[in-house]
């Protein structure tokens, strides 16, 4: 699998405040995917990103893959409390079929109200 | 439209006991089966994943074992519990090599 550091390791914020993670490889990623989890649940599958430079909007959420590939970012516009929990990416390298999904750590959002 | 279910969602063991979860999937067929672990407040390590029947890769053997006797079917076992064993269980599906992962409900894991 691949490796990727993902940070910070937790964030906490004001309900309202913009909030971003980011997951970094040092190698070039085939793609990324973005999950959520919420505090006691299970993770939900987010978005998938591919091609260079890629921006991908979700209504708040903002997801960018990097030009060389190697990192990605995760925005969240004026948070809400349904925004809590743990968001992960989840990497795939490059050069041929990779079956094995390895996750980052994660990033755990709290939202005070 | 595809489900995953997986059981039981809670169980308590004792030390040396031994480990069975199952996990199943409806609607699709011959899908990519996972198994993660993930302690409190972690993050999720890749156990057991399966690209077919009988067909079984193992990231972390320990004490753990997987067996996929049916197409949509994927068990995760143990012969006897070790405490470092609890911990929360997840079962995951794609329907295909590089796609998304469904997850199902999870399974916690306690070993007293």
């Known amino acids: 699998g691949q490796q990727v550091m993902q940070i910070p390791q937790y964030q906490h914020v004001q309900e309202g405040e913009d909030f971003t993670t980011y997951c970094n490889s040092s190698t070039t990623l085939s793609n990324i995917q973005w999950y959520k989890q919420r505090p006691g649940g299970h993770p939900v599958f987010l978005i998938q990103l591919v091609k260079s430079g890629e921006v991908k909007k979700q209504k708040r959420l903002t997801f960018q893959f990097g030009e060389a590939k190697k990192n990605s970012s995760l925005h969240i516009t004026a948070t809400q409390t349904t925004d809590v929990g743990t968001y992960f990416c989840?990497?795939?390298?490059?050069?041929?079929?990779?079956?094995?999904?390895?996750f980052g750590k994660g990033t755990l959002l709290t939202v005070n109200p | 439209s595809q489900t995953i279910h997986q059981w039981p969602a809670t169980l308590v063991q004792p030390v040396g006991s031994p480990l069975s979860l199952e996990c199943t999937v409806e609607g699709t067929s011959n899908p990519n089966l996972y198994w993660y672990r993930q302690a409190a407040g972690r993050g999720l390590q890749l156990l057991f994943y399966?690209?077919?029947?009988?067909?079984i890769s193992s990231e972390v053997p320990q004490n753990l074992s997987a067996s996929r006797p049916q197409d949509r079917q994927f068990i995760l076992s143990s012969k006897k519990l070790l405490l470092s064993d609890s911990s929360f269980y997840l079962c995951a599906w794609s329907p295909n090599p590089r796609g998304e992962l469904f997850f199902g409900e999870g399974s916690r894991l306690t070993v007293l």
């Open positions: 399966s690209v077919g029947i009988g067909q």
């Open positions: 989840a990497p795939r390298g490059s050069g041929g079929s990779n079956y094995k999904l390895t």
